[in-house]
């Protein structure tokens, strides 16, 4: 089978590594990819939302699978093209139709399905532009901190937690009625805080049948011991060493059942990934968040310790059929730590050569462009190295020696992964 994989970051290197693996992969595409996925596919220059250049790429390659990496796409319907193609329409794709990705693309819209099926979450409120007075009256009657959420995608930075009541209030105002976010905070929701551990569940699911794949727990701050500003990630690990069977068993009872059942009863068919970003409160586990796509860098930990076959997953994903699959997952600890450039997350430069990719297998690259024989740095989060360990400490320690040998100006990294574990 001839696959196409949308997107050009570490979660896109990650499937293309993975789907590599596989006899029954053909051919392999990624648009736009990155310096990575060139080793293992064949790189298309398309944008992830450009429909009709995806629509003439998988037409002149013969792809019968495209693979949606980001939300984006999904969010504008690309499943849905598709399907509205006589020409398409036989071609699967793993990413959920546009109503159903609404879960990502609209903070509110998730919240009132949570409620509606029953699923545990945090208390909240949504307020506009014409009703900011009563946005501000709902902050005075909350505790801090105060957590503001765009409802639309903000590229990962459209949730701001404040302690101060007055900074909430002057936030409140910047989203809504200076439109902060632009038309991703057209509305904001304003959500309870809770107090706690998170990790991240993803789910793979046909729509009827569904298979929980490794859990992993991410670290988004740019400094050790989890301080400054958040960042699209900074490492992972998976397994969750806190999440034990009887927490994992009232997961699956109390959010992932109710999620897959809800998406049936509100009419949203889903083939694809659910990313539920979880929190540990006590002994009771609440959404923070659906993303409608597998998370990064969580995928560079979580797809490496799939031992069954991710064409398999998808074929039977694609064919209503997920329910035959038994997963088989590698016992091991993985652990990813991230490459950024300096600056990042804020400003940065790019263009930095990267020396020492040589004999390194999963190192995922994020943000990487090929210049002839060189590879240069394209993006803020720049290389992923992934280690395998008999506990967290020896797989981070793994990752780490593999970065000691990449360099590139400006690199830094973490080296405190795992260090709550």
């Known amino acids: 089978m ?25 051919k392999l595409f990624a648009a736009p990819g990155n310096a990575g996925t060139a080793k293992c596919a064949t790189n298309l220059p398309l944008g992830v939302t450009d429909f009709e250049g995806i629509k003439k790429a998988v037409l002149n390659h013969q792809i019968e699978m495209v693979v949606v ?17 006589k020409d398409l329409q036989k071609v699967g794709v793993i990413g959920p139709e546009k109503a159903a990705a609404t879960l990502e693309g609209s903070k509110a819209f998730a919240k009132e399905f949570m409620m509606r099926h029953a699923i545990p979450t945090a208390a909240y409120a949504e307020f ?24 639309g995608l903000a590229a990962g930075k459209g949730v701001v937690i404040l302690e101060k009541l007055e900074d909430a209030k002057s936030e409140l105002r910047r989203m809504l009625i200076d439109k902060k976010f632009g038309s991703a905070s057209t509305k904001v929701v304003i959500e309870e805080f809770l107090s706690g551990i998170e990790l991240s569940c993803f789910v793979l699911t046909d729509g009827t049948s569904y298979v929980t794949l490794p859990m992993a727990k991410d670290y988004k701050r740019i400094g050790e011991g989890d301080v400054g500003l958040n960042t699209g990630g900074m490492g992972a690990i998976s397994p969750v060493p806190f999440v034990t069977e009887a927490f994992k068993n009232r997961i699956d009872a109390e959010i992932v059942k109710p999620t ?40 560079e930990v979580v797809l490496p310790r799939l031992k069954t076959d991710l064409m398999a997953l998808f074929s039977a994903v694609h064919q209503g059929r997920l329910d035959e699959i038994e997963l088989e997952v590698e016992p091991h600890f993985a652990a990813t730590v991230m490459a950024v450039s300096g600056g990042y997350p804020e400003a940065y430069e790019k263009g930095k050569s990267i020396s020492g990719l040589g004999k390194t297998d999963m190192v995922f690259h994020a943000g990487t462009l090929g210049d002839g024989d060189r590879v240069l740095t394209n993006g803020g ?24 040998g990449i360099s590139f100006e400006g690199m830094y990294y973490r080296k405190d992964i795992g260090f709550d574990l």
Request: aromatic share 10%.
């Open 260 to 299: 897959i059942e809800g998406l049936q009863k509100d009419g949203m068919p889903y083939k694809g990934f659910v990313f539920i970003g979880l929190i540990k409160v006590g002994e009771i586990p609440k959404v923070i968040e659906y993303n409608v796509r597998l998370g990064d860098p969580e995928t």
């Open 381 to 404: 989060r720049v290389l992923a190295a992934t280690s395998f360990g008999k506990d967290i400490d020896e797989a981070v320690q793994k990752s780490y020696e593999t970065l000691e």
């Open 69 to 85: 990496g980001p939300e984006e796409p999904l969010v504008k319907g690309i499943h849905d093209f598709f399907l509205a193609d």
């Open 2 to 26: 001839n696959v196409l994989v949308i997107g050009g970051g570490g979660r896109e290197h990650t499937l293309c590594w993975k789907l590599r693996q596989s006899k029954d992969c053909d």
């Open 128 to 151: 506009t532009a014409s009703t900011f007075a009563e946005g501000e009256a709902y902050l005075e009657k909350t505790n801090p901190p105060y957590v503001l959420k765009a409802d």
